[in-house]
């Protein structure tokens, strides 16, 4: 890779990194914001609830005093009245004054007494259904503050202003209104929340208002709000919050970073792989195919084994990285090109012999791939019909240009066999159309055979087939006497592979088995 190449790899890993522990840090961030708001909900209907109780409290003693006053037994605004009035004051608990009024004029209260000239009372907020004056905020007279008035007949009460003041909260703010009736907007009494004004609507339950959530409740005519701001709810559980953003960030980053190392094992394997293919250190091995009536050799798969730092890589690992990486022709033709130069003169000298390699889907869909292996054929005076190339059914899934390939590779003398037949999902009829020499028949195929699964086993089903559509078999994964016998017996000429015969072995050991034997085995000889 060039150095503005990895310059611009290492960014784009780090940006990676970064845009993954940003985006668990938000994660983090929202599991805490939720976290935060279903943790106080519970919190809040409990606080609200104290409210309203309180609240159910001052109402019901505002009108226990204004009916009290209003059957006053003394004469209006005598001296015994303001003391009657006295008394009851000195009994109430969230009351600051009781007074007269006629005529709309306040003439005398608990505490001022008569008054010297009736003074005329402002207009009420609200008029309630049942008559009762309400006056959300009144400035008092004997200090700087206002109060709520409600009055009734010819009473009225200044509730105390700070009635509320002890549930003081700071992650809540909070009214106390009253409902004058009618479905009438409530109107706002006591704390922060609508102080002096009617909420336009008044949802009841638990609900979101922009950066806020509140709950409203009303008993009778009395009823609470509270509200909490989220980024408040959050504050409160800074440590928790944090702790979240900054586990949500860590493990973002741990992705990122987990990615990257898969990543680079892969780029890894395919530097490692690519040098290599160029050092030429990988090497094959030859598994003997024999025919399976006769015990005679007929020839062999070649495959690749890589070792590296005496650690053996099997091709199931590097192979598909090839794929991946898109240099898997390069090992195609690295497998053909050193077993020509193992075996060209073994395969001069013995032109039934054939050797099966495995190719690639890339392979398959290059049109120049035919010619590439003709011309290595040529130089190495080997014939095409002593190569024999096995496809996966993954590898010849794009139709049109498998079935275009192998015609190709058949007309230049291939053999062409579809390897693993059975664990892809090749339809007969595609088979037919794809139009190979043969099948190898998967090895879980075979290994079913002798064991109870024999039942289930579908062996039987591909070798009707087989035969059906004259296509040749070789039976992969033979390791049993009772599996060689099992398709032994089947009356078709069946080829087969397997330890039962020989595992992979050197060129030279497969050279000396089949000249030793007169192109005859029977058993493993490993
Ligand atoms: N359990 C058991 N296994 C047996 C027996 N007889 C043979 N085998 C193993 O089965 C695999 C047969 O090769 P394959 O189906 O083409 O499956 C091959 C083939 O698909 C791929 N491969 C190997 N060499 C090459 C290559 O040069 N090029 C490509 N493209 N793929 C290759 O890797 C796969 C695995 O290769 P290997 O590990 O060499 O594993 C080989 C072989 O060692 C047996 O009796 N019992």
Redesign the pocket.
């Known amino acids: 890779m060039s150095a503005a190449g990895a310059f611009r790899t290492f960014w784009l890993q780090a940006l990676l990194v970064a845009a993954l522990v940003i985006a668990g840090a938000s994660l983090g961030r929202w599991v805490g914001k939720w976290a935060a708001i279903e943790s106080d909900r519970g919190h809040m209907l409990a606080f609200a609830n104290q409210l309203l109780k309180r609240g159910e409290k001052v109402f019901a003693e505002a009108d226990s005093v204004l009916a009290q006053a209003n059957g006053s037994p003394f004469a209006f605004c005598s001296s015994q009245e303001v003391a009657f009035l006295r008394d009851i004051l000195f009994t109430s608990r969230y009351l600051k004054d009781v007074g007269r009024v006629s005529d709309g004029k306040f003439h005398c209260s608990a505490v001022f007494g008569p008054a010297q000239t009736p003074a005329p009372l402002p207009s009420p907020d609200e008029t309630a259904i049942d008559g009762s004056l309400i006056y959300a905020l009144v400035p008092l007279a004997v200090s700087k503050s206002s109060a709520p008035i409600i009055g009734h007949l010819n009473a009225n009460v200044v509730l105390d202003p700070t009635a509320f003041d002890s549930f003081a909260d700071p992650a809540y703010v909070f009214g106390i209104l009253l409902e004058p009736g009618d479905g009438r907007n409530p109107v706002g009494m006591f704390g922060v929340l609508y102080q002096g004004i009617q909420p336009a609507g008044f949802p009841q339950g638990l609900g979101r208002d922009g950066d806020s959530i509140f709950r409203n409740l009303c008993s009778g005519r009395v009823c609470v709000a509270v509200h909490a701001k989220v980024a408040d709810l959050e504050a409160a559980m800074s440590t928790s919050l944090f702790a979240l953003i900054g586990l949500g960030g860590a493990l973002g980053g741990a992705m990122g970073c987990i990615l990257l190392l898969l990543q680079r094992k892969g780029v890894t394997m395919k530097a490692r792989l690519s040098n290599a293919l160029k050092k030429g250190v990988l090497e094959l091995e030859y ?1 003997p195919i024999v025919n399976l009536h006769t015990g005679a050799v007929v020839g062999a ?4 084994r890589w070792t590296e730092n005496n650690e053996v890589i ?3 690992v590097f ?1 598909p990285v090839a794929e991946e990486a898109d240099i ?1 022709q390069q ?2 033709l690295y ?1 053909i090109d050193r077993l020509l130069l193992e075996m060209a003169g073994f395969l001069q000298s013995h032109p039934d012999f054939r050797l099966n390699v ?3 889907a890339n392979d398959l869909c290059d049109p120049g791939f035919g010619a590439k292996i003709a011309a290595r054929l040529e130089a190495a005076s080997v014939l095409p019909t002593q190569l024999a190339l ?1 496809i996966t059914e993954r590898s010849s899934a794009n139709a049109s240009e498998a079935i275009e390939a192998i015609r190709s590779l058949r007309s230049r003398g291939h053999s062409i066999y579809i ?2 037949f059975g664990t892809g999902y090749s339809s007969l009829s595609y088979l037919g159309q794809l139009n190979v020499d043969g099948i190898k028949i998967d ?1 879980s195929f075979t290994q079913k055979v002798g064991t109870d699964a024999i039942g289930v086993s579908i062996a039987p089903q591909i070798v009707d087939m087989a035969r059906a559509h004259d296509l040749a078999i070789v039976v ?4 049993t006497e009772r599996q060689r016998e099992y398709f032994a017996n089947l009356k078709m000429e069946i080829n087969a ?3 039962l015969f020989g595992k ?1 072995v050197s060129a030279s050991k497969i050279a000396d088995l089949f000249s030793a034997r007169g192109g005859s085995v029977r058993s493993a000889t490993r």
């Open positions: 598994q798969e070649a495959l690749l099997s091709p199931d192979i898997v090992v195609t497998v495995n190719i690639s096995e390897d693993d090895k992969e994964g033979i390791e592979q397997g330890w992979p």
